[in-house]
C-alpha cells in the first residue's frame, strides 16, 4: 500500500515541471449545446519542458479513433502557428456523466527494464498532452490524501518514473526507474445554462475544461468483436461496446454496480488499486470517466480569464538553449548570405564603372 502511493505521488510531482502558455481565441463565436449532444475532444502535438521539439500525439501507441485519424484545425492560425489538432476516439456527450469507459487496448511495447520504446522514451522526458474541448485547452487537476485542487497549466503527463521495487531509495539511476503510463483519465466538464433559453429547448456552454490522469493496471480479459480481430495488436470500443471484461476492478470499473450507485474515479480507488499503477508496457487497457458539473458563477465570456493569469500562478517556462542556438545560427547564416550577395553586386558596380571610365579615357585619346 505504500508503494503504491509513493508510485502516486510520484505521478503528481510530475505536474509541476508542466510547461506554460496562455491559449486565447479572440474572436471565436460562442457555441451552445442541447443535452446528449456530441461534444469533440481534440488532441493536440505532446510538449515537453526537456525537449524543444514536440511529437505529434499518434506517434506513440496511443489509442486511435476508429474511423481514423485527421487533421481537425479550426483555422488557418493554429496550422501556422505549428499546432496539429486531430479527432480522438473519446466519446463525449453534454450532460452524460460516465464511468470507467474503455477505449482500446494498445501494446506498448517491451516489458522494462529492457524498454526502450517511445513511450517509456517520452515518459522519462517529461511530455505532456494537450488535448482541448470547444476551444479550451485541458488544465490538470492534481489529486493526494489531502484533497484535491486544480492547477491551470497548459496539459498533463502521459506519465511518470518512479523506482522499481528493487532499486535502492531515492536512486536517481535510470536503470532503477521505471516509468508509469496515465492509462485512465478523469474528464471534467463544468457548464452554465443559457439564459433565455425555454424549458424545452435548453442550450449549454462549456466554461471549463479539466483533466485528472491516473495510472491503473487493469487485470483484463480481451473481448473480441468478431474473428478478425483476434489476431490484431489494437481492439478498439465501438459505442457502447467493450473490449475488455476487468477482473478484479476498483470501485468506479465494477459492472456489477447500478448505474445509481456507480462512483467516479478518485486518488483512493488508484492508490488502493489490487494490481498497482501500470507500467509503460505490454498490452494495456485504457480507460476514462467524464463528469459535469454546472457552474454559475462562470459564464462563457470570461472562461478565458484563467488561462489568461497561467504565467503568474504556474511556473516559469525554460529557456530551450537549442531553440535559441537554432535561431542565432539561422540568423548569422541569412546575415552572410546576404552580405556576400550585396559584396558580389558592389563588386560588379564597381568593376563595371571602371571599366567604363577606362574605355572613356581610351576614347578621349584617340
Not at 478523469?186 to 449549454?204: D, F, M, R
Not at 480479459?221 to 490484431?232: K, L, M, Q
Not at 480507460?287 to 488561462?307: F, G, L, M, P, Q
Request: proline share 4%; glycine share 4%; charged share 25%.
Amino acid at each position: 500500500m505504500l508503494k503504491n502511493s509513493a508510485l502516486l505521488t510520484a505521478a503528481l510531482a510530475a505536474f509541476h515541471t508542466v510547461n506554460i502558455n496562455g491559449f486565447y481565441l479572440p474572436g471565436v463565436a460562442p457555441r451552445s449545446f442541447h443535452k446528449e449532444d456530441v461534444v469533440e475532444l481534440k488532441v493536440n502535438k505532446l510538449t515537453s519542458i526537456h525537449d524543444e521539439y514536440p511529437i505529434e500525439y499518434y506517434r506513440l501507441p496511443f489509442c486511435q479513433p476508429d474511423k481514423g485519424v485527421s487533421m481537425v484545425n479550426e483555422n488557418l492560425g493554429e496550422f501556422l502557428s505549428g499546432d496539429r489538432i486531430e479527432n480522438s476516439p473519446y466519446k463525449i456527450k453534454m450532460q452524460k456523466d460516465m464511468y470507467c469507459e474503455q477505449v482500446c487496448i494498445s501494446h506498448l511495447g517491451r516489458v522494462e527494464p529492457m524498454s526502450h520504446s517511445k513511450m517509456v522514451r517520452a515518459i522519462r522526458r517529461n511530455y505532456h498532452s494537450n488535448w482541448i474541448v470547444d476551444n479550451l485547452p485541458s488544465a490538470s487537476k492534481l489529486e493526494d490524501e489531502h484533497g484535491s485542487y486544480v492547477k491551470y497549466s497548459h496539459g498533463f503527463p502521459i506519465g511518470f518514473t518512479a523506482n522499481a521495487e528493487d532499486a535502492e531509495e531515492g536512486s536517481k539511476k535510470p536503470e532503477d526507474l521505471r516509468a508509469y503510463v496515465n492509462n485512465h483519465v478523469n474528464i471534467e466538464l463544468q457548464y452554465h445554462e443559457v439564459e433565455g433559453t425555454s424549458a424545452g429547448t435548453k442550450e449549454y456552454r462549456i466554461v471549463r475544461f479539466i483533466v485528472e490522469p491516473f495510472s491503473i493496471k487493469h487485470d483484463f480479459d480481451r473481448i473480441f468483436v468478431d474473428d478478425d480481430d483476434a489476431g490484431a495488436e489494437e481492439n478498439y470500443l465501438d459505442e457502447g461496446r467493450k473490449v475488455a471484461k476487468i477482473n478484479n476492478p476498483i470501485a468506479s470499473c465494477d459492472a456489477s454496480v447500478t448505474a445509481s450507485e456507480k462512483k467516479h474515479t478518485t486518488y483512493q480507488m488508484a492508490v488502493h488499486s489490487p494490481n498497482g499503477p501500470q507500467l509503460a508496457s505490454g498490452r494495456v487497457l485504457f480507460t476514462y470517466d467524464v463528469k459535469w458539473i454546472e457552474n454559475k458563477d462562470v459564464h462563457w465570456a470570461s472562461r478565458w480569464d484563467i488561462y489568461l493569469s497561467m504565467a503568474e500562478t504556474g511556473v516559469p517556462n525554460k529557456v530551450h538553449w537549442l531553440g535559441i542556438i537554432n535561431s542565432l545560427v539561422i540568423v548569422f547564416v541569412l546575415t552572410a548570405t546576404i552580405a556576400v550577395v550585396l559584396i558580389r553586386n558592389l563588386r560588379c558596380d564597381l568593376t563595371n564603372k571602371l571599366l567604363a571610365a577606362e574605355n572613356k579615357l581610351l576614347t578621349e585619346e584617340h
